[in-house]
């Protein structure tokens, strides 16, 4: 059970058309969405199981995405150890926030944690068999550098300077962190996912030297431990880092922001690549966004399919609230019809 087009790109084999995905896909923007938090509250749709799987199958039923995604977040692994967590207006906030090396004792025990973290995997499982046999279904879990910065100041932007400056109490964090996102990852690959993306907001605002010595080492760990399984995602990325994380051995694949000139990344004959339209540029008044949309991918097209295999065609980042779902349709539609 699973889309070939995107087996196709996993495997780095060419194929005519790509698949397409978009990060928050399913989201605010969506009518199916707005209908079920209407009367379910965010950490509701995120934890029934039946509740997630649904809204993980509407946009694909509605848009006809090749892939489906676990509709969750990634906070809540800080949760599973004991952080509180509550969803308001204002966005996650945490009942309270690490500062010292004593603090981490304060964590439930990996055991606990785990326990508290099988609503995925339930969530995981009901998707699989909602969305349809021909659709794939990814997982996700946060960044170990992303998670340490909402541990530390509660938000994953900014100045960072705690979480950059803390080196022992993030490396405590780390040893900890990324023993649950293992057995986290277990479970989600357990319950159906056939990849696990790793999304790490806040990598974007490392340097390269920080990145290749506080960040990478642990996205290391995750693919060890699950090779050929985990893919990487964060926007904004030095060029360096971007190197750095095609030096991966194991890394299945990585997503760039719309910032990054993708075309020079495919055919790369070791990794997918996942991008990356402009997701600002859905807003535009849909004559004109049709024209843009055709100018974008005018590179891709003069690319012959073994130069641009490993291609999962999406956006540079999510899907923002507001967005037109006629966008959408035209997006997904264009691009089948251009790739053939």
């Given at each position: 059970?699973?889309?070939?087009r995107?087996?196709?790109?996993?495997?780095?084999?060419?194929?005519?058309?790509?698949?397409?995905?978009?990060?928050?896909?399913?989201?605010?923007?969506?009518?199916?969405?707005?209908?079920?938090?209407?009367?379910?509250?965010?950490?509701?749709?995120?934890?029934?199981?039946?509740?997630?799987?649904?809204?993980?199958?509407?946009?694909?039923?509605?848009?006809?995405?090749?892939?489906?995604?676990?509709?969750?977040?990634?906070?809540?692994?800080l949760?599973?150890?004991?952080?509180?967590?509550?969803?308001?207006?204002?966005?996650?906030k945490?009942?309270?926030?690490?500062?010292?090396?004593?603090?981490l004792?304060?964590?439930?025990?990996?055991e606990?944690?785990?326990?508290?973290?099988?609503?995925?995997?339930?969530?995981?499982?009901r998707?699989?068999?909602?969305?349809?046999?021909?659709?794939?279904?990814i997982?996700?879990?946060?960044?170990?550098?992303?998670?340490?910065?909402?541990?530390?100041?509660?938000?994953?932007?900014?100045?960072?300077?705690?979480?950059?400056?803390?080196?022992?109490?993030?490396?405590?964090?780390?040893?900890?962190?990324?023993?649950?996102?293992?057995?986290?990852?277990?479970?989600?690959?357990?319950?159906?996912?056939e990849?696990?993306?790793?999304?790490?907001?806040?990598?974007?605002?490392?340097?390269?030297?920080?990145?290749?010595?506080?960040?990478?080492?642990?996205?290391?760990?995750?693919?060890e431990?699950f090779?050929?399984?985990?893919?990487?995602?964060?926007?904004?990325?030095?060029?360096?880092?971007?190197?750095?994380?095609?030096?991966?051995?194991?890394?299945?694949?990585?997503?760039?922001?719309?910032?990054?000139?993708?075309?020079?990344?495919?055919?790369?004959?070791?990794?997918?690549?996942?991008?990356?339209?402009?997701?600002?540029?859905?807003?535009?008044?849909?004559?004109?966004?049709?024209?843009?949309?055709?100018?974008?991918?005018?590179?891709?097209?003069?690319?012959?399919?073994?130069?641009?295999?490993?291609?999962?065609?999406?956006?540079?980042?999510?899907?923002l609230?507001?967005?037109?779902?006629?966008?959408?349709?035209t997006?997904?539609?264009?691009?089948?019809?251009?790739?053939?």
């Amino acid at each position: 059970m699973s889309n070939t087009r995107f087996q196709a790109a996993l495997k780095l084999e060419p194929q005519a058309t790509p698949p397409i995905w978009m990060m928050r896909q399913a989201g605010r923007y969506h009518w199916h969405y707005q209908n079920l938090r209407k009367k379910h509250s965010f950490e509701e749709l995120c934890k029934v199981p039946e509740l997630a799987a649904e809204v993980a199958f509407g946009p694909v039923d509605d848009f006809d995405f090749d892939t489906a995604i676990l509709f969750s977040d990634i906070l809540f692994p800080l949760e599973a150890f004991g952080m509180g967590l509550r969803f308001g207006e204002e966005g996650p906030k945490l009942g309270w926030h690490l500062s010292t090396l004593e603090d981490l004792n304060k964590f439930y025990s990996l055991e606990e944690a785990v326990e508290f973290m099988g609503f995925q995997k339930d969530a995981v499982i009901r998707t699989r068999k909602r969305i349809p046999k021909d659709k794939s279904l990814i997982g996700f879990v946060g960044g170990p550098w992303t998670l340490f910065c909402y541990a530390t100041q509660g938000k994953h932007d900014g100045n960072l300077i705690l979480p950059k400056v803390s080196a022992e109490l993030r490396e405590g964090f780390y040893e900890k962190i990324l023993a649950l996102l293992k057995e986290n990852i277990r479970l989600q690959l357990e319950g159906g996912a056939e990849i696990v993306m790793v999304f790490d907001t806040a990598a974007g605002d490392a340097s390269p030297v920080f990145f290749q010595e506080a960040i990478l080492p642990t996205i290391k760990v995750l693919v060890e431990a699950f090779p050929g399984k985990i893919g990487y995602y964060a926007k904004n990325l030095a060029p360096g880092s971007l190197q750095s994380l095609r030096e991966i051995s194991g890394l299945i694949g990585f997503g760039m922001d719309h910032r990054t000139d993708i075309v020079g990344f495919l055919g790369n004959g070791s990794h997918f690549v996942q991008g990356n339209f402009d997701q600002a540029l859905l807003f535009m008044e849909p004559g004109e966004f049709k024209k843009y949309l055709n100018r974008w991918i005018r590179p891709f097209l003069d690319l012959v399919p073994e130069k641009r295999a490993g291609w999962v065609c999406g956006l540079g980042h999510g899907v923002l609230p507001k967005t037109p779902e006629a966008n959408i349709r035209t997006f997904v539609n264009t691009i089948r019809e251009a790739f053939v």
